[in-house]
């Protein structure tokens, strides 16, 4: 079996939602190689999840799974507006020692969800990523 039959590529439902695909493994995933088999095998640890909440406003979905949450010092602005948004972590993986090397790409995705975001005027308030799709959460009218 293939890394791909484990780790299907998802696809957001929702037309309108910014879709950001990663051509990399999962944070956390990482190749080992046995010696004595010459087997390569992928060893998952805990999944990286990042929330970006647009400043002002409140989350519309689940923030990432964790007993506490921290709320990262720089927030994600938007290139072209004033608009930023405030990034949520899970309190152990963001005291992690390899945070800041595990967070890269996503916060690099987050990025560029936002600027896609500035095209249909910020109407997302609350984005997450766990590493392969940024899905977008909408407030219902009504």
């Known amino acids: ?21 990663a051509a990399t493994l999962e944070i956390g995933d990482y190749w080992s190689e046995s010696k004595s088999a010459r087997k ?13 909440i647009r400043s002002g406003t409140e989350p519309i979905g689940k923030l990432p ?10 927030p994600l602005g938007c290139p072209r507006c004033d608009v930023s948004y ?7 993986q963001a005291s992690s020692r390899w945070f800041e090397e595990e967070s890269r790409g996503l ?6 969800t936002i600027q896609m975001g ?18 977008s959460f909408t407030a219902r009218e009504g």
């Open 1 to 21: 079996m293939s890394w791909l039959d484990h780790h299907p590529i998802q696809f957001s439902e929702d037309r309108e939602a910014p879709i950001v695909f």
């Open 40 to 52: 390569y095998s992928v060893e998952v640890s805990e999944k990286l999840t990042i929330a970006a």
């Open 65 to 74: 799974e964790a007993a506490f949450h921290r709320t990262l010092e720089t």
């Open 86 to 92: 405030n990034l949520i972590v899970g309190w152990e």
């Open 107 to 112: 916060i690099r995705m987050l990025k560029k």
């Open 118 to 135: 500035h095209g249909a005027g910020h109407r997302v308030s609350h984005f997450e990523t766990s590493g392969v799709v940024v899905k």
